[in-house]
């Protein structure tokens, strides 16, 4: 997948799922309901439960044309592991070995960066936008100080990110934002995927031009 056609979905979409589960059937279940609840973006972080397995039995049954990405990716092993279990974006929370592994391997990343300095080196390193987080610590109001001198980069803030913060956030000139908790609750732990469903629908509400 492009960094054009990812950009271009953030910026239609406005709105990355995170998950994170401890049960990977229930994290497997989360991303389909997602999907079928009009999420077009999602990130399955390494951090759950056999993720890599989720990925790959989540791209068989979507097919390559789903944006399904992998998250927490913090090393070059990382960024082939997801690439290998068939994510099609990656993101970091930092800048390190694994945004330079995604851009070599055709993979467009969203690399974590909360300072300018940050934000200088994951352009650097080739970052097709950057993810500010946790975007918890400033909030809006840095996010729009942030962006007088990066005018033209591409923000996705992510942490701490519930629909008010979303709608706040994106009014400062975010690209999209990134929701875990808020919107995810706890079906990646068996919690109801029908509440998963309502919950995405008011996210859409919020984020959705």
Known sequence: MSAAHLLSTLDRERLLAIVRGTDAQAALDTVLTLFRSGVEIIEVSLTSTDALSVIEKARTELGPGALLGAGTLLTAGDAHAAASAG????????????????RALGLPVLAGAVTPTEV?????????????????????AYLRALRDPFPEVAFVPVGGVDAEAARAHLAAGALAVGVGGPLVGDAARGGSLDALAGRAARFREVTRR
């Open 87 to 102: 994510a099609c974006f990656g993101v970091t929370p930092g800048v390190g070995d694994a945004v330079s592994a995604c």
């Open 120 to 140: 200088i080196a994951a352009l650097g390193e080739g970052a097709t936008a950057v993810k500010l987080f946790p975007a918890s610590i400033g909030g809006p």
